[in-house]
Every structure is written in C-alpha cells, then in structure tokens.
C-alpha cells in the first residue's frame, strides 16, 4: 500500500526521510523551500547566499531528520529556526551583523512602475508611496517586522507567530497597533 507523500504530516515525511526516502524530502522541500529562502533572504539581504542557506538547511533534514522533536516545535518552527541559526552563522563568519545586512524598511525600493500612466500619475504615485514608506520608518522594529511579513511576505497571522516565535495574539496586537499607528501618521 502507497502512502501519498503530497498529503502527509509534516512529521510523516521527517519520519519517511530518516529512513532515506528522497520523495519524503522532496514534499517538504515543496512545501517549505519558498518559505525557508525567504527567511535566509530576509536576514542575509543576498539572492545566492539565501538560496545556498536554504539548500544547506535541507541537506540537514536529510542528514538529520532523527533529531526532529515533536514536543518542542513544529516541523514549521524548527526548519525556520535552523534557516535563521545558519544565515546567522554565515554572517558572523562573515563578520557582518545580522540587523545591518538584513532589508529593513528604509531599504525597500519605492521606485515608480513603467504603467503606462501620464507622467502626472507617475508622479503623484511616487509620492504616495513615498509617504507610505517614510510612515512605515516611523514605527517601532517590531511592528515593522510583522507588517512587513504580512504584507510583502504573504504570510498569515499563525505563519508569523510560528516564524517569529510569537503568540498568535501578540502577532495580531503588533498588526493592529502598526496599522493604527499608519492611520495616524498618514492622516491628512
């Protein structure tokens, strides 16, 4: 009888790849990867070394997927924890500071888009997004962070608890204060 990896617990697969199953790993792989390059990228603020971060995290798995405990994290929390740990690894053999080389919000790109508008939209959109992103440098690092995986990362308020090691309540709280905090700032 086949078991359809695609359809399996995350504890399943980890399970299946301790035993040398290379369908196990590339499920997870599947499911996680986008996820985990986001993470190395996000701290490492390089494509390549984000890309070798999380390629080395998975070669892990494959190595050590035994050590997986289910009692203390979810296999979500503990791939994220291991990409984390390993970017910052390659940082401090880098001699570079994680929060110096990790994209912040003042980093973002606020260029205009080649949209076909009249030169006046183009302008007036600049400035809006302009406005926006000096409203967003104005709030505390942890509402930032939590914005910022929200709505450039796509991720969902248990995603961001999981990533961040966070209450789901406190996630929501830091969402709700930072967009209050926006409203605020971007009143006219």
């Given at each position: ?15 299946r790849?301790t ?19 986001s ?46 740990n ?11 500071r ?8 003042a ?9 076909g508008?009249s030169?006046?939209?183009?302008v007036?959109?600049?400035?809006q997004?302009?406005t ?13 962070e ?16 999981d ?21 605020h700032?971007?009143?006219?």
């Amino acid at each position: 009888m086949s078991v359809d990896l695609a359809t399996s617990e995350d504890q399943v697969l980890l399970r299946r790849i301790t035993y040398q199953e290379a369908d196990a790993l590339s499920v997870l792989y599947d499911r996680y990867g986008r996820l985990l390059f986001s993470v190395a990228y996000h701290l490492v603020g390089d494509a390549h070394l984000a890309e070798e971060i999380t390629l080395d995290v998975f070669r892990r798995v494959w190595e050590k997927a035994g050590t997986y405990r289910a009692d203390r994290a979810s296999v979500r929390t503990w791939l994220t924890s291991m990409t984390r740990n390993r970017a910052i690894d390659m940082l401090r053999r880098e001699g570079v500071r994680p929060e110096h080389n990790s994209i912040r919000w003042a980093d973002l790109s606020v260029e205009p888009h080649a949209d076909g508008h009249s030169p006046e939209t183009a302008v007036s959109h600049q400035l809006q997004k302009q406005t926006v992103h000096n409203a967003l440098g104005q709030l505390p690092p942890e509402q930032q962070e939590v914005l910022f995986l929200a709505f450039f990362g796509g991720y969902s308020h248990s995603q961001i608890a999981d990533e961040l090691d966070l209450p789901v309540g406190t996630v929501k709280t830091r969402i709700r204060l930072g967009m209050q905090k926006l409203r605020h700032i971007l009143q006219p």
